[in-house]
């Protein structure tokens, strides 16, 4: 079974600053696909980014992008120009690309950031 | 386009109460999930779907029920509620199309106590 780590509890980053949030996941596949969903206090959760296993370029979605390192089976996230609406809990989460598995997540525990003035 | 919306937001059941938590989507998703989410432990799947009528274990089924009678909607069941059921329920949707990466998208999640 795959599993998810986020060694980080509690995370905080100053505004205007980059921070990194760490993330590793154990799985024996090789067509997968990562994401980091974020929650803020409404407990909304949104898709903050994703990657494919298959793609060696890193994503990029505007302030945040992630460093897949696919043999060390790490995925960071780095916010820049944090923001006070960063703050949140950030869920790394992963997904197999095995067909039959109907696209279930496995999530880690979460890092909460906070983002200090 | 409301997206995935759950019914109730809160509630409050005694022990051996029973409830159904309601989710709806309005995309057309085939697949559809309910997660629960306890301090410390992320977010852990229950039951699954992957069309109108089928349902499958997740990883911690036990004391809950499924239905998926109608493509947009997934019921959760709690036949007798348990302390231990004290939670947020989260369901989500998602598409299936071969060869596509698809995304979960989320509802607001239920906040259910259990007395």
């Known amino acids: 079974a795959q599993t998810v780590t986020q060694s980080q509890p509690e995370m905080s980053v100053q505004e205007a600053e980059t921070v990194t949030l760490s993330c590793t996941y154990d799985?024996?596949?090789?067509?997968?696909?990562l994401f980091w969903y974020k929650q803020p206090p409404s407990r909304q959760m949104i898709l903050v980014i994703r990657?494919?296993?298959?793609?060696?370029q890193n994503a990029t979605e505007n302030r945040f992008s992630v460093n897949f390192q696919k043999a060390a089976k790490s995925f960071s996230l780095k916010i820049s120009d944090s923001q006070l609406g960063d703050a949140a809990m950030y869920f790394c989460a992963y997904r197999s690309g095995r067909t039959g598995t109907a696209s279930k997540l496995t999530f880690g525990t979460g890092t909460r950031l906070q983002v200090t003035l | 386009n409301a997206g995935v919306t759950q019914t109730p937001k809160f509630r409050v059941l005694k022990t051996g109460q029973s409830m159904t938590l309601l989710c709806a989507q309005d995309m057309n998703h085939e697949y559809m999930y309910w997660y629960r989410q306890d301090p410390g432990m992320g977010l852990r799947l229950i039951h699954y779907s992957v069309g109108e009528g089928t349902t499958a274990k997740g990883e911690v089924p036990d004391g809950y029920n499924v239905s998926r009678l109608k493509k947009q909607n997934f019921l959760l069941g709690l036949e007798s509620a348990a302390p231990s059921q004290t939670s947020v329920y989260f369901c989500?949707?998602?598409?299936?199309?071969?060869?596509?990466?698809?995304?979960?998208?989320f509802g607001p999640g239920t906040r259910l106590t259990v007395l």
């Open positions: 989500a949707s998602s598409y299936s199309p071969l060869g596509i990466t698809d995304t979960q998208y």
């Open positions: 799985t024996s596949e090789s067509d997968y696909y």
């Open positions: 990657q494919e296993a298959y793609k060696q």
